[in-house]
C-alpha cells in the first residue's frame, strides 16, 4: 500500500534489509505491514493519535533486525544436502571406475577416455551450478521458443550430424566439443510441452486441449522417428504419458494413450525396423542361440556376474574382448572388480538417490516447479532402472547410458537436470504466492498477456 504511515514504512524497510530472498519481500510488506495497520486502527479507535497508533503497533511487533532475521530464516534460500552429497558419491564412483578401465585396457584407442571423462564431469558440474542459481520460472516464458528451436534442430539433424550405429544423434561443434542433440531433445521437450500446455490441460480439459498435447508430442516424436533414434522416441513417448497422467489426473486416457502407444511401438518393430532392433530385443528369450554373435554381451556380462564372487576379481582383472567396453557397462565392471557385495551397495544408493528427487515434490508449492521435478525423476528412474537391469545380463542392450556413471557426455545433461531440479528446492521457500497468482492469470488469460 502506498498510504502508509511514514514510520511502518520504514520499520518494513529495515525488516527487508534482512531478508536476502528478494522474492518474498513483496509478500512480506503486504502481511506486516497490514497486521501493524490493523493494530492502528484499533488504537485509533480507542482514542490514540495516528502517531502513537503507529508507535505502539512497532513496538509491538519488535525490532526490525531480529523480525527481519527470523523472516530470513523462513524464507532463505534452501540447498538439498543429501542429494550433493548423493551426487557426489556417484560421481567419485564414476571416476574411479574409468580410471580402472583405462589403466587396465590395453588398446590404445581407449585409454584417452579417462581425461574426456573428467572434462565431461567437471562440465557437468558447471552446468549444474548455473541451473542451481538459475530462476527456473524464466524456462517457462521461453518454452515456445525453446520448443521450436529444438523442432529445428531434430529437422536439420541428419544434415549435420555424424551417423552413429545407423542413428544420426551427434553435432561436432568447435574445440571438440559434441552435442549429442537427440538425448538434449528428449530431457527439455517434455519440460517446454508441460510448460506451455500444463495450465490449459488442467484449466480446460476437453478434446481440443487434448489433441493440442499429442500434436506437440506427435511433431518431435516423427523426427527422431526418421532419424532412427528409436531409445530416445520411446523415452520421449513414456515421459510425454507420464506427464500427461500427473497433469490431467484422467488415468482413463492415459492408460488408453499407453496402450496405443505401445502398440504403435510394436508395429514399427515388425513392420518398419531396418536395423534388426526386434532381433536384438528378442535375444534375451533364448540367449544361447547365437552365443558368440547377437548375444554375446549378454552372455559375457552372465559370466563375468557369476565369476565376480562377494568379492570381485580386484583392480588387476584380466581384459578380454568384451571387457574392453567396460566403459558401457559401469555397473559390470563395479561388480566385476568389487564383487556383488559393491553391486548391491550401488543399488541400495541409487535406489536412495532416486527416492530422495521423489520427495522433494510434496515440498513445492509452484505447479510448474513441480511439474518439472516429475519430469527430471522419471526420465532419472527410466534410465537408472533400464541401466541396473542391463547389468544383470537378462535386459536387452539398448543405448541407455547409466545417469552420473556411465561414460559419455549425456553427463552433461544429467548433471545439468539435476541442477534444474536442485534449483527448484533452492527457492521452495521463497516463491511469491501473490505473484505466483498473478503469473497464473497471464499464462492463462493471452488478453491479459499480451
Known amino acids: 500500500m502506498t498510504d502508509r504511515h511514514e514510520k511502518i514504512k ?23 505491514g497490514n497486521h501493524m495497520e490493523e493494530m492502528m486502527l484499533d488504537k485509533e479507535q480507542e482514542g490514540l493519535s495516528q502517531e502513537e497508533a503507529a508507535a505502539y503497533a512497532i513496538e509491538q511487533m519488535g525490532d526490525p533486525a531480529v523480525v527481519g532475521k527470523s523472516m530470513h530464516r523462513l524464507h532463505r534460500h534452501r540447498m538439498h544436502w543429501g542429494l550433493l552429497v548423493g551426487l557426489i558419491g556417484l560421481s567419485i564412483i564414476s571416476l574411479l571406475l574409468m580410471w580402472i578401465f583405462t589403466t587396465n585396457v590395453t588398446v590404445k584407442m581407449y585409454q584417452d577416455l579417462y581425461s574426456n571423462h573428467v572434462i565431461y564431469t567437471v562440465m557437468g558440474f558447471i552446468f549444474m551450478l548455473f541451473f542451481i542459481y538459475f530462476d527456473y520460472r524464466k524456462f517457462k516464458r521461453a518454452a515456445w521458443w525453446i520448443y521450436i528451436l529444438l523442432n529445428a534442430m531434430l529437422w536439420i539433424n541428419p544434415m549435420l550430424s555424424s551417423t552413429y550405429n545407423g542413428i544420426n544423434r551427434f553435432w561436432v561443434l568447435p574445440f571438440g566439443f559434441v552435442l549429442d542433440v537427440t538425448t538434449f531433445s528428449m530431457w527439455v521437450l517434455p519440460l517446454t510441452i508441460g510448460a506451455i500446455i500444463m495450465d490449459k490441460l488442467r484449466s480446460n480439459f476437453n478434446m481440443q486441449s487434448m489433441m493440442t498435447y499429442i500434436s506437440m508430442v506427435a511433431l518431435p516424436a516423427v523426427l527422431l ?79 563375468v556376474i557369476r565369476s565376480a564372487g562377494w568379492w570381485g576379481n580386484g583392480i588387476d582383472t584380466t581384459f578380454d574382448m568384451f571387457k574392453t567396453s567396460y566403459y558401457n557397462y559401469p555397473g559390470v565392471l563395479l561388480i566385476d572388480v568389487f564383487g556383488w557385495s559393491a553391486g548391491i551397495l550401488l543399488l541400495a544408493g ?18 510448474f516447479g513441480r511439474m518439472i521435478i516429475v519430469s527430471i525423476t522419471a526420465m532419472f528412474a527410466m534410465q537408472i532402472i533400464y541401466s541396473l537391469a542391463m547389468t544383470t545380463g537378462k535386459a536387452p542392450i539398448l543405448s541407455i547410458s547409466f545417469p552420473f556413471i556411465g561414460y559419455g557426455n549425456h553427463l552433461i545433461y544429467d548433471y545439468a537436470m ?8 533452492r527457492r521452495k521457500d521463497t516463491i511469491s504466492k501473490r505473484n505466483e497468482k498473478i503469473r497464473q492469470k497471464v499464462d492463462a488469460d493471452p488478453l491479459i498477456s499480451s
Not at 350 to 367: E, G, H, N, T
Open 10 to 32: 520504514q520499520y518494513l524497510d529495515q525488516m527487508c534489509i534482512q531478508v536476502k530472498a528478494r522474492e518474498v519481500h513483496t509478500d512480506l510488506r503486504d502481511e506486516l
Open 225 to 303: 522417428f526418421q532419424m532412427s533414434d528409436w531409445v530416445r522416441l520411446f523415452l520421449l513417448g513414456t515421459m510425454s504419458i507420464i506427464l500427461f497422467g500427473w497433469i490431467t489426473r484422467k488415468w482413463l486416457y492415459t492408460a488408453m494413450g499407453a496402450v496405443i502407444t505401445g502398440s504403435i511401438f510394436v508395429l514399427l518393430l515388425f513392420f518398419m525396423d531396418q536395423y534388426g532392433r526386434l532381433e536384438r530385443l528378442s535375444v534375451v528369450l533364448n540367449l544361447q542361440d547365437d552365443p558368440y554373435g547377437i548375444g554375446y554381451s549378454n552372455n559375457s556380462i552372465i559370466e
Open 350 to 367: 541409487v535406489i536412495w538417490f532416486v527416492a530422495s528427487m521423489m520427495k522433494i515434490l510434496p515440498r513445492i508449492r509452484d505447479d
Open 418 to 425: 539435476l541442477g534444474l531440479l536442485l534449483g527448484i528446492y
